[in-house]
């Protein structure tokens, strides 16, 4: 008998049901709401959170939608995105997307809902379903500025990379499923042990759906060599929109992830059951992420391709906790991903609110910030300290989980190499503290961002540095999050 | 015990950093009382702790002021531990002595002054807990946190090239200190249960690791700690940082920073890996020949006053790794203790010396002056000081630190040459000192060109006087220094003879 447990899908509905709200508000009120239709997208992102607390876990339609622990952990994550991302565009929203206010801030809450609807994914076609759902509003808004050529060569590139590696994974899914009969992860890993078990090897096909899974969700985590499209559209997509991008779709591509491999192909992480082993493919793309997104940052001089280099380095150690496969490897992917929230959201940001102020992107343009907006600055510096893995900041005992994590599985090399490349990060990172705080050249305006930027920049500083310090919360529910996979 | 004194030691000046923050931008009278007075009481519970660890405690090897281990971070079990015992107590005092001089001697700082003090503080807290933590996790955390305040105090204070510096000095002490971690986790992950307590991995590590873990390990920290010492080849980014740092800051760069890397291999590299030490004697003493020798060459070569002191501390630092080498000798390693406190008092007093005359005659070029006894003897009188137990004169600390590394290892087996040869440095050490003495001080004075320089004033002969008194105290009668770590000294030897 099918069960319709719908109450542990209540958060999604109501946030599908405010999104549409939002929509008919902006409506309804003529568009001339230019500050409330923003805060009333963010109480529908702390309601949905509220409701989130009340109803989480159990399984419904029977194993496709699961509310466990690790989904559960990263809908807070999305939920904090969205709140953050919607709080920094309280700026535009006054004037650079004065006609569409409504649909702007109603299609960040319906891709936020699409990245739920993922992390709760426990089948491939939900899972599928939940990425699309994230990525067609996305095509939409990172094209935003419709007047602005930047902006819409970036949506016309990510809607058909998207496109096409959404192809590509679908195929990968589709593979998977001629293969084990089924479409639901846990069984699928049954079935495939018991091939393995019959056959003493799986052959070509599995290999094929191991790639072409890899290569599709690798594009959703601009993964290289993945990753082509990421610096142009994090460029020329409205800032919030990136750090969305950057955090929240990210972070769902990689709950997505890891059902489909540290859950679902356990058992081909290493060469014991599998001709190929992904563990060492993962390995080998993570290491040349780290290698080249640092080495590419070094170079540029427009802070968003900076972070976009950046994060494409961020989730190259993120996968580092990936191929370690282990209770502490997932919760450390899961406690990273947390940390990062903060930290790259509070850069983006700091980046949207200058760039609202000055019009101006250039790394350069930054000389002199901490005369003229002294928190700002120094707020900055802790975002810039913590995604370079300084001490005692969140972003270090992010980086110190994966690393042990990495090392426990025996990726010595690997470790050494992202350390290595941490090293070599510090350089760009510390390159935007130098132009704030060491420039004697002051260009940069005094800034004083309005409330809900303000509110954003608190909350990003005050999560870095109060869990920096005390992990132990949020480290404990990352640990849980690595029990629904039953190492 | 119950008073946690190491805890105010750390957290006092976290809490002056604090308070600094939110002092009013246009008070800087008032930012620079208040940092001093929260750097003034570390420096009194410094001397307390050391009176207290000389009376009560220095009987034992055993950790005093011992607080936790506390639970911290479970997941890794990372705790908060924190003691101290004869290596540390004398650095903590060190510490606590020369951040409150530096900071008297920064209250010449116009620039931005609330945040250099702020950072200041924050610095001081790192070093404290640097040489309280005794958990690898709070001891990297504390490690690491130094960087940035050392990092914003070069960079924004500094001389000309100040960002190269700045950066240059982060840089290649992150890239240090990332082997550390690797070697962290690689110990932790081979004990069993796993543990970062440092008291634990020294009692057993040498058990659970192989030979070749242990050169591993060993191999790993020591790239950390050479790079603090810094151990040549290691040394490229010292000349850059201490000369563009601004005069406080290479008082502490030169006085306690340093001191970390040596402070790390007595704490954990050598109780740690004996075999490793054991392998590696002759290469780690040959290493501080060469820093030794090298060091005081270059210092010979120097046009510039600050970087003839900054190359000397190369040389200085030196004489503690030939120490190092011969690990069996606890006069050798007493007089690498030896060497650390008394390296750490004459160089700093040194800079900041370098740092009064700059900031009157904004040159620090040797051959721009000649003379200077005559027009500025109380200058003349303390640099003449300074430079003399710089070169180990009889009576001054750094001669009663050089003659037991020299005694130490020239007793330890199959060094006889490398002590030897390590015994020239003196006479080069000697050499540029007095050369500079000779042509800054003494010779003819150019009365047009500096007829305007005037005399130290009463704050800075203030600020330089402890470290004088304490530089002929020790000198001339070291036993209560010695007598402090004995104990703890004799068990280190006996721990790496296992």
Redesign the interface.
């Given at each position: 008998m099918p069960d319709f447990n719908i109450s542990i899908l209540i958060p999604e509905i109501f946030l599908f049901i405010w999104a549409l709200f939002i929509f008919a508000y902006d409506l309804g009120t003529k568009r001339k709401n230019p500050k409330q239709i923003g805060y009333l997208a963010m109480i529908g992102v702390v309601v949905t959170a509220i409701l989130l607390y009340l109803f989480h876990g159990g399984i419904t339609f029977n194993n496709m939608f699961q509310s466990d622990q690790l989904a559960t952990f990263f809908k807070v994550i999305f939920l904090g995105a969205a709140f953050m991302a919607i709080g920094a565009s309280s700026d535009i929203a006054v004037e650079k997307i004065r006609n569409h206010r409504g649909e702007y801030f109603g299609l960040v809450l319906l891709s936020t809902v699409g990245m739920m609807f993922l992390s709760s994914a426990s089948e491939l076609i939900s899972l599928y379903v939940g990425l699309e759902l994230t990525t067609v509003p996305l095509y939409i808004l990172v094209a935003y500025y419709k007047d602005d050529r930047t902006s819409v060569e970036a949506g016309l590139k990510y809607l058909i990379i998207g496109a096409f590696s959404s192809a590509i994974l679908l195929y990968g899914l589709s593979l998977l499923y001629g293969l084990t009969g089924t479409t639901d992860i846990v069984v699928m890993k049954i079935n495939l042990s018991l091939l393995f078990l019959n056959y003493g090897k799986i052959g070509p096909g599995l290999i094929m759906a191991i790639v072409m899974v890899i290569a599709g969700i690798g594009f959703k985590l601009a993964l290289v060599p993945f990753h082509m499209w990421a610096p142009d559209v994090y460029q020329g997509a409205p800032t919030p929109i990136t750090a969305l991008l950057s955090v929240g779709s990210k972070a769902a591509g990689a709950v997505a992830f890891m059902r489909i491999f540290v859950n679902g192909l356990f058992g081909f992480a290493d060469k014991v059951m599998s001709p190929l082993d992904w563990g060492i493919i993962v390995a080998v793309l993570a290491a040349g992420g780290v290698v080249l997104g640092n080495i590419m940052a070094l170079r540029q001089k427009n802070i968003k391709r900076m972070l976009a280099y950046s994060s494409i380095a961020q989730i190259g150690y993120v996968m580092i906790g990936m191929v370690a496969t282990s209770d502490l490897g997932v919760a450390s992917v899961s406690f990273y991903m947390f940390i990062y929230l903060f930290a790259n959201m509070g850069a983006f940001t700091v980046a949207t609110v200058f760039n609202d102020r000055t019009g101006s992107d250039s790394i350069r343009s930054y000389a002199g910030l901490s005369k003229s907006s002294p928190a700002l600055a120094a707020f900055m510096a802790v975002f810039m300290l913590s995604l370079a893995g300084i001490p005692p900041l969140g972003g270090f005992v992010a980086k110190y989980l994966v690393f042990a994590a990495g090392i426990q599985a025996g990726y010595l090399w690997l470790v050494i190499l992202a350390l290595l490349m941490a090293v070599v990060s510090l350089y760009y990172y510390a390159n935007v503290i130098k132009m704030m705080y060491f420039s004697s050249e002051a260009s940069a305006p005094r800034i004083v961002p309005p409330f809900a930027i303000s509110l954003v920049l608190a909350l990003s500083v005050a999560g870095i540095i109060i869990f920096g310090l005390f992990p132990e919360p949020i480290l404990n529910f990352a640990l849980d999050t690595a029990k629904v996979f039953a190492f | 015990m119950g008073f946690p004194i190491l805890s105010y030691l750390i957290f006092i000046p976290l809490a002056g950093f604090v308070a600094v923050i939110f002092l009013p931008k246009d008070r800087p009278q008032l930012i620079r009382w208040t940092s001093a007075a929260f750097s003034f009481v570390p420096f009194l519970l410094s001397i307390y702790l050391t009176y207290q660890y000389y009376f009560s405690y220095s009987g034992s090897s055993a950790m005093a002021f011992v607080e936790g281990p506390f639970g911290?971070?479970?997941?890794?079990n990372a705790n908060y531990y924190l003691g101290a015992d004869g290596i540390s107590v004398p650095m903590l005092f060190l510490t606590g002595l020369l951040s409150f001089v530096s900071i008297l001697a920064s209250f010449n700082i116009v620039n931005r002054v609330k945040e250099y003090f702020a950072f200041f503080l924050l610095l001081e807290t790192g070093m404290m807990g640097v040489f309280c933590a005794l958990d690898f996790?709070l001891f990297?955390?504390f490690w690491?946190?130094m960087?940035?305040p050392m990092?914003?105090l070069i960079?924004?204070w500094g001389g000309p090239r100040?960002?190269y510096a700045?950066?240059k000095f982060?840089?290649y002490t992150?890239?240090g200190s990332?082997f550390m971690?690797?070697a962290i986790?690689?110990l932790?992950?081979s004990s069993n249960p796993h543990t970062l307590n440092m008291m634990e991995l020294i009692q057993n590590a040498p058990g659970f690791l192989t030979h070749g873990m242990q050169l591993f390990c060993f191999a790993f920290f020591f790239i950390a700690f050479a790079i603090k010492v810094p151990v040549w080849p290691f040394h490229t980014w010292l000349p850059d940082a201490h000369v563009e740092a601004p005069t406080a800051v290479s008082v502490i760069l030169a006085g306690v920073l340093l001191k970390m890397g040596t402070y790390g291999m007595l704490r954990v590299s050598w109780p740690m890996f004996p075999e490793a030490v054991r392998f590696f004697s002759l290469p780690i003493a040959l290493l501080g020949l060469i820093a030794i020798i090298y060091g005081a060459l270059v210092s010979m070569a120097q046009k510039d006053l600050k970087k003839l002191v900054a190359y000397s501390s190369v040389s200085h630092m030196g004489y503690c790794m030939l120490a190092l080498g011969a690990w069996s000798s606890v006069t050798a390693i007493t007089g690498c203790m030896f060497q650390m406190f008394s390296h750490g008092l004459i160089t700093g007093a040194l800079f900041l010396m370098v740092g009064m005359l700059y900031d009157r005659a904004h040159t620090r070029e040797i051959a721009a002056f000649g003379g200077l006894g005559v027009k500025i003897p109380v200058y003349t009188g303390l640099m003449v000081l300074f430079s003399m137990a710089a070169l180990g004169l009889p009576g001054m600390s750094g001669f009663v630190s050089e003659i037991m590394v020299f005694i130490g290892s020239f007793s330890f087996p199959g060094f006889k040459l490398v002590t030897a040869l390590a015994v020239i440095g003196v006479v080069l050490t000697a050499g540029y000192m007095l050369r500079m003495v000779q042509r800054m001080f003494l010779g003819e004075f150019d009365q047009g060109k500096w007829g305007g320089l005037t005399e130290i004033n009463v704050r800075e002969i203030l600020t330089v006087a402890p470290l004088a008194l304490l530089t002929i105290v020790v000198g001339v009668y070291p036993a209560p220094l010695s007598n402090l770590m004995k104990a703890t000294l004799e068990n280190l030897v006996n721990l790496m003879a296992r």
């Open positions: - | 911290w971070i479970s997941a890794i996790f990297y955390v690491e946190v960087l940035v990092y914003f960079g924004v100040k960002e700045a950066i982060f840089l992150l890239f990332i971690l690797v986790l690689a932790y992950f």
